[in-house]
C-alpha cells in the first residue's frame, strides 16, 4: 500500500488519480472512475468528485493508495 501526502483538507479522486500519475489526463480519469475501474474504501464509486480524505484508500490497476494529511 502507497501512503500519499495531501495538504489539503481533501482531494477529489479525479484530481487524485491524476496527482499519483495513475493516469495521464482529466478525460482518462473521467472514463476509468466512471467504467466503475476505481475502488474507494473497497467499493466501486463513480463520482470523479468524490472527495477524499485522511484514512481513504483507493484502489486502481492493482494499487492500493492511502491518503495521509501532512502539514
Not at 491524476?18 to 463513480?46: P, Q
Request: aromatic letters at 8%; zero cysteines.
Amino acid at each position: 500500500m502507497k501512503e500519499i501526502g495531501i495538504n489539503t483538507e481533501y482531494i477529489t479522486l479525479g484530481k487524485f488519480l491524476k496527482y499519483v500519475n495513475a493516469v495521464d489526463s482529466g478525460a482518462v480519469a473521467k472514463m476509468v472512475i466512471l467504467d466503475g475501474l476505481v475502488l474507494v474504501n473497497g467499493e466501486v464509486d463513480t463520482r470523479r468528485g468524490k472527495k477524499l480524505r485522511e484514512g481513504d484508500v483507493v484502489s486502481f490497476e492493482g494499487i492500493d493508495y492511502v491518503i495521509k494529511y501532512e502539514d
